[in-house]
């Protein structure tokens, strides 16, 4: 590999633009190449500042194109999820590193498809981003899990709310945008495969969107019988929280409440409300781009894989079954490939989770 990742970055929207400024100042052994955007205008503006980069409407005129210092050599896709399926495949066919933005694509069979183009070329090069796996409190949580110091972990219950939902968020992307997060996150901690959700559907705020049933209560199931419930409440309003409560058999841990200064002033007090996204995972968002760079130049990937994004998707194929039944709905998955057995160097920011190399119990 060059010295240098020359980065393609395709979709110049909300996430795009983060992992775009971010490349550009903060990640070491990588620059922006190409901006690709179907608005020529958002890609343009997105270089506008940065030296030797270009935009362009599609990733094949970026990828043909000889820019300073050469051709296009890795790819971030921060496009919407039903379009990561064709990027990705685009990307494999040119053999190039790739950091996916989450969900890796919506449905199981999708996915699938992907994780035998990867089979084909015979080596990892998709890292799906999950960031909370780079997150300094959850990975603490996953160290306290593996380490037993509390006994077993026997419950989590998490909290995932956003303030509201751009235009076009539907209600099955509650689970495939929102909820897959958690999937993520529960194989990450537990070390095992989630084989079943189910999805109640209770009184919803007036405040959703028409075709959102907000907020609905995800109950998910592990292998050796971890119970996990999520609240996904995606217009709430007040502002962001992604938070966990993990019950072991001889404690319980709390991480991604309230953090910041605790003001007291003009006869009030508290602290402020997490925005957004940007706010709450701001650095984690960073150590996952900086592993992905420096294993993508080792020829590697540093985070989860394409089977950990295969894995979630059969998830969300589940979530979407049981939004619609109400019902508990099994998860299935096929065979793990053996390509996927070593797992990838890091799998998060301690290198643990399923299917990591030497760490998943
Ligand atoms: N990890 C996280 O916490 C996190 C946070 C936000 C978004 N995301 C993910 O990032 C991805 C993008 O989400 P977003 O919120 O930035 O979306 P967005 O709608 O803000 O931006 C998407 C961009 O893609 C562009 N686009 C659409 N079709 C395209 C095409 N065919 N080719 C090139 N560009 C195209 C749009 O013009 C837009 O600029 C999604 O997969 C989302 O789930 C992840
Ligand atoms: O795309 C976003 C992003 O992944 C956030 O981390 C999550 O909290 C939102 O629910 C989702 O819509």
Redesign the pocket.
């Known amino acids: 590999m060059a010295e240098n990742l020359r980065v393609a970055v ?7 633009a983060d992992h775009i400024q971010r490349l550009h100042t903060r990640i070491h052994g990588a620059e922006v190449a190409a901006v ?4 020529l205008d ?1 890609a343009n503006a997105a270089v506008a500042g940065i030296p030797g980069a270009r935009a362009f409407a ?1 990733p094949a005129e970026a990828y043909a194109a000889e820019l300073d210092g050469g051709k296009v050599n890795a790819v971030v896709i ?4 039903f ?2 399926e064709q990027a990705l495949l685009e990307a494999l066919e040119l053999d190039l590193p790739i950091l996916c ?3 890796l694509t919506p449905d199981a069979e999708s996915a699938w498809k992907i994780v035998e183009a990867e089979q084909k070329l015979g080596r990892q090069r998709i890292q799906v ?1 999950f ?1 909370r796996r780079f997150d300094a409190e959850y990975a603490a949580l996953g160290g306290l899990v593996r380490s037993r110091d509390l006994g077993e972990l026997l419950m989590l219950h998490c909290r995932h709310r956003n303030p509201d939902t ?1 235009p076009g968020f539907t209600n099955e992307m509650l689970i495939n ?1 929102s909820v897959v997060h958690e999937f993520d996150v529960i194989r990450y901690l537990t070390g095992e495969e989630i084989t079943s959700v189910q999805v109640r559907l209770g009184k919803a705020s007036s405040k959703a969107p028409e075709g959102q049933h907000d907020p609905q209560h995800v109950l998910i199931e592990t292998e050796s019988g971890v119970l996990a419930d999520v609240e996904i409440f995606v217009n709430a309003q007040f502002g962001y929280e992604v938070a966990t409560q993990a019950a072991f058999e001889g404690g319980i841990v709390d991480i991604g409440g309230d953090g910041g200064p605790y003001v007291r002033r003009a006869g009030r007090w508290g602290g402020e409300v997490t925005p957004s ?1 940007i706010e709450r ?1 701001g650095a984690a968002y960073d150590v996952e781009v900086q592993a992905w760079a420096d294993a993508a130049l080792r020829g590697g990937i540093g985070g989860p894989s394409a089977w950990d994004g295969y894995a979630t998707a059969a998830c969300c194929e589940a979530g979407v079954e049981a939004q619609r039944t109400g019902g508990k709905v099994a998860v299935v998955l096929k065979p793990k490939p053996a390509l996927y057995a070593v797992g990838a160097e890091a799998s998060g920011s301690d290198a643990a989770g399923v299917g990591a190399a030497g760490a998943a119990r």
């Open positions: 395709i979709g110049a929207g909300r996430m795009g690709i955007d179907v608005d958002r599609t921060a496009t919407p999820g379009l990561h933005e989450k969900p981003g960031m751009p945008d996204f995972f």
